[in-house]
């Protein structure tokens, strides 16, 4: 998607070679018509994969999933790091571990609010090692869903969650894939 | 807002006098049309406040808020209660009592995401005690915002957030104001 790669270019930051900021439009400071623009672009793209519901993991794949589920006319599912305490009948759980944090969190959904056979695309923000994507995978096949397709804003290609979630069989595709990163350098391209 | 309250007497269930589950289409299944509704909404209520950025609170104001942000196309910033390893220069920081979680939590934003003068509506998806609210507004008057509204999809107006940013003088707009609740009944009304 060149205009957002475009964006990343101008106005993302190589931090190191594999930390990449882009609080200025995506996960802190969010650019809303640019979240459109990918919904758009994800709508596109998953055209044909018969979506019937958009899942996202909380918090930063939430303003991209719902501009999708707004294009798309679908409902969007938000998978949560976070439990409130009226939460606690009939949700099911899955540890995912994270490489930013170092640190475990279980991520939780309603089991209701996927129905069986149900076919799910999961949008998220950034795909890096998969284990979030995969922890989201869990949950929806334990849930019986059928996890159709898995959208990424900005995939870093250098990692390995991209390659391990299309050997798991999973269609993937990311909007702005990153090939590799120096500093003020950033290189698109998935291998 | 009465296609809200159409919604919430349908879809809503009042599990106690104050609790109010509405996650099958706000904060865990979200109904991406409605929260386009909502932004329209809210758009058209602070048309006249000079609006310069929308901020919401991590996590389940973002699908409202961003949907505003792409109606008063504006951008939108998230106050983080999660922080990342790579955010930790030029941020600011408030601690938030959280009734529902009993517990302390810090609120965060990087302060360059709001500029001085500029004049921010904090939308959120409810409003209670207004301890959020309040801390939203600290963070942002701290960065030296003007907060010149506050948005909130669900008032429960018989707690005490609404009535204290009124006496603080912040003007509120809530899309749903709940006035009481029993089992299966919820009465909407300010006061």
Do not use: C
């Amino acid at each position: 998607m060149e205009i957002l790669k475009q964006r990343i270019r101008r106005d993302g930051h190589a931090l190191s070679e594999s930390v990449l900021l882009v609080d200025s439009f995506l996960n802190h400071q969010v650019d809303p018509f640019l979240m459109k623009q990918v919904g758009e672009e994800f709508a596109a793209r998953f055209l044909d994969a018969g979506i019937e519901k958009i899942a996202t993991i909380e918090s930063s794949g939430i303003a991209p999933a719902v501009m999708t589920a707004l294009e798309m006319n679908l409902p969007m599912v938000i998978l949560k790091k976070q439990v409130s305490s009226i939460m606690k009948e009939g949700i099911i759980q899955t540890e995912v571990f994270s490489f930013t944090k170092n640190a475990t969190y279980l991520l939780t959904l309603k089991e209701q609010f996927i129905e069986k056979g149900e076919r799910v695309l999961v949008i998220d923000d950034f795909l890096a090692n998969g284990e979030a994507a995969f922890g989201a995978i869990r949950l929806i096949e334990q849930a019986g869903g059928v996890v159709a397709g898995v959208g990424a804003v900005i995939a870093k290609a250098f990692q390995d969650g991209l390659t391990k979630l299309r050997t798991a069989g999973y269609r993937v595709e990311a909007l702005a894939p990153v090939k590799a990163m120096r500093e003020n350098t950033i290189e698109f391209g998935e291998d």
